[in-house]
């Protein structure tokens, strides 16, 4: 887990809702990632952010939205367009994007009610 | 992206050695090959990088023949608490010149019975 917080541990979604999760990390790491794990899916990526105020889609991007607007934080919104948002969400970050190791943190779990 | 290949599960007993494989045809040259662990419900768990030849740290060793094309985790005698899903994260070519998009392989469900 190492400095990076998620929040919340579980989250419940209602029908046609925007929901966002929070990431936050205090290592003074440059990129930032989000990934969606599925049962026997491994992790896909969903967006990552190399610099602030900067962000690029990855494999799964529709439906997701996010902003970098200051470099400890990093939060993804699902929104209703996502229709299967039921999953485990993955928040990471490293030194700087490619060729450094990435560190996850406990990852929001959720649901849809 | 071409995409990496690791087994689904594997079984081992306690004190053996495990060797879990992942195949990845269209790596880069540009970027490290890196494994992690993962329990359930919890996020992944930094174990061993390298870029060639073979990398030995506390937990494991990490093999990668020069050619790049697989990399091979080597966990010597595992224990219960090693029971748990392995991961590599590798750098696959994209589409542009020199791009690379670092790739998750889909997990290695490890389970060592005692």
């Known amino acids: 887990d190492g400095g990076i917080t998620q929040s919340p541990k579980y989250l419940f979604r209602k029908e046609g809702q925007n929901v966002t999760l929070s990431c936050e990390q205090n290592?003074?790491?440059?990129?930032m990632y989000w990934y969606r794990q599925d049962p026997g899916q491994g992790l896909r990526l969903i967006y990552y952010?190399?610099?602030?105020?900067?962000?690029q889609k990855g494999d799964i991007a529709e439906g997701y939205s996010v902003s970098r607007e200051k470099k400890e934080s990093f939060p993804l919104t699902v929104t209703s367009a996502q229709k299967n948002p039921t999953a485990f969400y993955l928040c990471?970050?490293?030194?700087?994007?490619?060729?450094?190791?990435?560190?996850f943190g406990p990852g929001t779990r959720l649901l849809v009610l | 992206l071409a995409k990496t290949t690791q087994p689904i599960s594997m079984d081992s007993y306690e004190g053996q050695e495990v060797n879990i494989t992942c195949s990845h045809n269209n790596i880069a040259t540009n970027d490290y090959i890196t494994w992690y662990q993962q329990f359930p419900s919890q996020g992944p768990r930094f174990i061993i990088q390298g870029y060639k030849t073979k990398v030995t740290n506390e937990v494991a060793s990490l093999f990668i023949p020069a050619d790049r094309k697989s990399s091979t985790l080597s966990l010597p005698r595992v224990s219960l608490s090693d029971t748990a899903v392995y991961y590599c994260l590798v750098p696959l070519r994209g589409s542009g010149a020199g791009s690379y998009q670092l790739t998750f392989g889909k997990g290695t469900k490890l389970s060592v019975i005692p």
């Open positions: 290592l003074n790491h440059d990129a």
């Open positions: 990471a970050s490293s030194r700087r994007e490619g060729r450094e190791t990435q560190y």
């Open positions: 952010s190399q610099i602030v105020n900067d962000f």
